[in-house]
Structure formats: structure tokens, C-alpha cells
T-cell receptor, first 110, second 113 residues
Framework: QKEVEQNSGPLSVPEGAIASLNCTYS??????FFWYRQYSGKSPELIMF????GDKEDGRFTAQLNKASQYVSLLIRDSQPSDSATYLC??????????FGDGTTLTVKP | KAGVTQTPRYLIKTRGQQVTLSCSPI?????VSWYQQTPGQGLQFLFE???????NKGNFPGRFSGRQFSNSRSEMNVSTLELGDSALYLC????????????FGSGTRLTVV
């Protein structure tokens, strides 16, 4: 079992729709959870982090964490073509070490 | 505020050679992590340095090594290069523990021929 698993994708949604990206992790001791966005040919860029169970909202993005289910999700509301990218889920179990999932590629169609 | 700077951007090396990659973190960031990214394996953790000490290590062979200097700049070295080492090598920095996430550099694209 991989330490961090994401929807295999690719995921395609129409412009204006809600995109839902999911991630599960295996280490129950994990403390911090992150979503990064990576455009083709670019390096990952942090978009959200969350520590506590529940929802965290930042603009059109909402991260959701359920530690009991070892599940993290990212919702993108009012999806735009510029949101088309690969989204990487990452988990910190140790200070200074992030383990990444393989990513889910999202395409937002105009 | 300057971002994370990696040099060089591109490298072509021959099998058996060695290579050194450099990373300058954001000013004030003391933790530097290195990742290898390939299409088949995704982002794989190599190692992390904090205050000149290797604090975490991934599952890579001993040919992969690194160090961190007193100014937090870090170097990564790969000896006896193999074709499979061709990848994008990414450096990321954070203040201390990475609990607020990392800022990545643009990466070094290494091609081994």
C-alpha cells in the first residue's frame, strides 16, 4: 500500500463546476496535510495546508480533513480553465519530511 | 523576496560521471529538502537538511548524497550516474519543520546518456 494515494484521474469538469480531489494516507501519526498544484513543466506550488479535522476555506478552494478515516480532500468551486493542472496531496508524519501522492490531473473545459 | 534558486537548470551527463546540484533556499529558511520527480514514480523524497544536519532520508542508494552549509544553501551529489537517474530534481525550503508547507525551486533537469 502506498503511503499517500490519490484518485488516479484524469479528472475533467466543465467550467464553473466543482472539482473534487481525494487523497488517503496510511500513517495515523501524520500531522500536517497539504495540497500543491503543478502546472505542466513547472514546479509544485503550495495552495492549501490543513492540520485539524474539518474544513478550511481559502477563496474558491476548500480543504477537508478526516483523521479518523485518514482522508483529505480538496474542493475547487467555480472551476476555471486556469485551474487545469496536476494536484498533489502531501502528508507530513515527521518534521521536515513530506510524502507526496502521485497526483491527479484536472482538466477544466471551457 | 527571492524564491528558492536551483542551479543549473539543465544538465546532460554521461553514465558513470558524477554531478552536483545546488539549491539556495528562501532567506531565513533553515530546512532544505530534495526530491526526484519522474513520470513513472512521481515525487520521491531524497533527503532533508536542517541546520547543516541531515534530519530525514529517503530510500535512495548511497550514490545520492547531500550537504547543507552554514548559510542554509544545500548541494546534492549523485555519483556513478545511471540512465535511471534522469529526472527533474527539485529542492524545497521551509522555515523549520515544514508544517506550513514548502516552497519549491524551478528544479534541475538531469539527463544521463
Amino acid at each position: 500500500q502506498k503511503e499517500v494515494e490519490q484518485n488516479s484521474g484524469p479528472l475533467s469538469v466543465p467550467e464553473g463546476a466543482i472539482a473534487s480531489l481525494n487523497c488517503t494516507y496510511s500513517d495515523r501519526g501524520s500531522q500536517s496535510f497539504f495540497w500543491y498544484r503543478q502546472y505542466s513543466g513547472k514546479s509544485p506550488e503550495l495552495i492549501m495546508f490543513i492540520y485539524s479535522n474539518g474544513d478550511k476555506e481559502d477563496g474558491r478552494f476548500t480543504a477537508q480533513l478526516n483523521k479518523a478515516s485518514q482522508y483529505v480532500s480538496l474542493l475547487i468551486r467555480d472551476s476555471q480553465p486556469s485551474d487545469s493542472a496536476t494536484y498533489l496531496c502531501a502528508v507530513n508524519a515527521n518534521a521536515g519530511k513530506s510524502t507526496f501522492g502521485d497526483g491527479t490531473t484536472l482538466t477544466v473545459k471551457p | 523576496k527571492a524564491g528558492v534558486t536551483q542551479t543549473p537548470r539543465y544538465l546532460i551527463k554521461t553514465r558513470g560521471q558524477q554531478v552536483t546540484l545546488s539549491c539556495s533556499p528562501i532567506s531565513g529558511h533553515r530546512s532544505v529538502s530534495w526530491y526526484q520527480q519522474t513520470p513513472g514514480q512521481g515525487l520521491q523524497f531524497l533527503f532533508e537538511y536542517f541546520s547543516e544536519t541531515q534530519r530525514n532520508k529517503g530510500n535512495f542508494p548511497g550514490r545520492f548524497s547531500g550537504r547543507q552549509f552554514s548559510n542554509s544553501r544545500s548541494e546534492m551529489n549523485v555519483s556513478t550516474l545511471e540512465l535511471g537517474d534522469s529526472a527533474l530534481y527539485l529542492c524545497a525550503s521551509s522555515l523549520a519543520t515544514g508544517e506550513n508547507g514548502y516552497t519549491f525551486g524551478s528544479g534541475t533537469r538531469l539527463t544521463v546518456v
